[in-house]
Nanobody, 127 residues
C-alpha cells in the first residue's frame, strides 16, 4: 500500500483545512487508516483513526470535536477535516495504514501498529 498525503498549508488561528490521503493498492479499502502528527522536537502523536468500513472513528482528546476523519473507499482516499485550528496544531501530519481483520482500540492509537506511512504534509497555524 502506498500513501500520499496532501492539503497542508498556512492558516490563521480558528481557520480550517482538509487533509487528504490517497491510497493505492487493490486492497487499500481493507486497511485501518490513521492520521498522526509530529511537531518540531516532539514525538509523533496519534490524531485520528478510522476502521476499514468507516463505521468507527477514534480521536485524540486534543482534537476531539474539532477534527473529523472520514474515508471514501470508492476513491481510495482518507480525509482529515480540521476546524478551529490552534497554533499547537502546527506539525507535519502523516497518514498511515495497517491491516488487521479485527479492530483493537488499544492498538489503533499506537504508531508502531501501522505498517505503511505517507510522506507527511506540513500544517502551520499562525497566531
Amino acid at each position: 500500500v502506498q500513501l500520499q498525503a496532501s492539503g497542508g498549508g498556512l492558516v490563521q488561528t480558528g481557520g480550517s483545512l482538509r487533509l487528504s490521503c490517497a491510497t493505492s493498492g487493490r486492497t487499500a479499502s481493507s486497511y485501518h487508516m490513521g492520521w498522526f502528527r509530529q511537531a518540531p522536537g516532539k514525538e509523533r502523536e496519534f490524531v485520528a483513526a478510522i476502521t476499514p468500513d468507516g463505521n468507527s472513528t477514534y480521536y485524540a482528546d486534543s482534537v476531539k470535536g474539532r477534527f473529523t476523519i472520514s474515508r471514501d473507499n470508492a476513491k481510495n482516499t482518507v480525509y482529515l477535516q480540521m476546524h478551529s485550528l490552534k497554533p499547537e496544531d502546527t506539525a507535519v501530519y502523516y497518514c498511515a495504514a495497517y491491516y488487521n481483520p479485527f479492530t483493537i482500540a488499544a492498538l489503533i492509537r499506537r504508531p508502531g501498529t501501522y505498517d505503511y506511512w505517507g510522506q507527511g504534509t506540513l500544517v502551520t497555524v499562525s497566531s
